[in-house]
T-cell receptor, first 112, second 111 residues
Framework: NAGVTQTPKFRILKIGQSMTLQCTQD?????MYWYRQDPGMGLKLIYY???????DKGEVPNGYNVSRSTTEDFPLRLELAAPSQTSVYFC???????????FGEGSRLTVL | GESVGLHLPTLSVQEGDNSIINCAYS??????FIWYKQESGKGPQFIID?????DKRQGQRVTVLLNKTVKHLSLQIAATQPGDSAVYFC??????????FGTGTQLKVEL
């Protein structure tokens, strides 16, 4: 199993541009999450999903959108990128509502 | 809401010594606690968890202690090795799907 795969690993955006961070998992997990990690900080939950067709906001959802059309995929959309969205983004999944999350390796985004 | 903090941003230990990483949480209703390890350039990796009906749980070379009275938990790593060098996060949940992560402690293992 590949686990949780994120693409791209690195990306530089200009202010106002849009992009989608891709996330796919092959563990048949129902729960999927997007976190952002700023330097020296913990992870902040952006959005999460408890199954295909169901998404909900986390702690810091402004400026982002998600969709969950399949169990495997959970893309994160950034509209009108801002410098405040410069961060490392992690996608994660879990089988049940447990704390044992499986994380991808992260996508480092810089907005200039 | 929940807030989670670690006591030290950096901890340096000698190889072979035991390491203790501490974490405090604010919500007395929190019932599930997890430790994650994050190596440089990688995503966090689950280490061990504990529920609020337990005070102690042991894994391979790791022990988590929970003190609900003072809302404190700790991660003990026995015989610390160079491969243990990483950032360690505690995470807490009071139910639902939302974990609150602490800011992390950088563990440095000196040879």
């Amino acid at each position: 199993n590949a686990g949780v795969t994120q693409t791209p690993k690195f990306r530089i955006l200009k202010i106002g541009q849009s992009m989608t961070l891709q996330c796919t998992q092959d563990m048949n997990h129902n729960y999927m999450y997007w976190y952002r990690q700023d330097p020296g900080m913990g992870l902040k939950l952006i959005y999460y999903s408890v199954g295909a067709g169901i998404t909900d906001k986390g702690e810091v959802p402004n400026g982002y959108n998600v969709s969950r059309s399949t169990t495997e995929d959970f893309p994160l959309r950034l509209e009108l990128a801002a410098p405040s969205q410069t961060s490392v983004y992690f996608c994660a999944s879990s089988y049940m509502n447990t704390g044992e999350l499986f994380f991808g390796e992260g996508s480092r985004l810089t907005v200039l | 809401g929940e807030s989670v903090g670690l006591h030290l941003p950096t901890l340096s230990v000698q190889e072979g010594d035991n390491s203790i990483i501490n974490c405090a949480y604010s919500n007395s209703a929190s019932d599930y606690f997890i430790w994650y390890k994050q190596e440089s350039g990688k995503g966090p990796q689950f280490i061990i968890d504990i529920r609020s009906n337990m005070d102690k749980r042991q894994g391979q070379r790791v022990t988590v202690l929970l003190n609900k009275t003072v809302k404190h938990l700790s991660l003990q790593i026995a015989a610390t090795q160079p491969g243990d060098s990483a950032v360690y996060f505690c995470a807490v949940t009071g139910g639902g799907n939302k974990l609150t992560f602490g800011t992390g402690t950088q563990l440095k293992v000196e040879l």
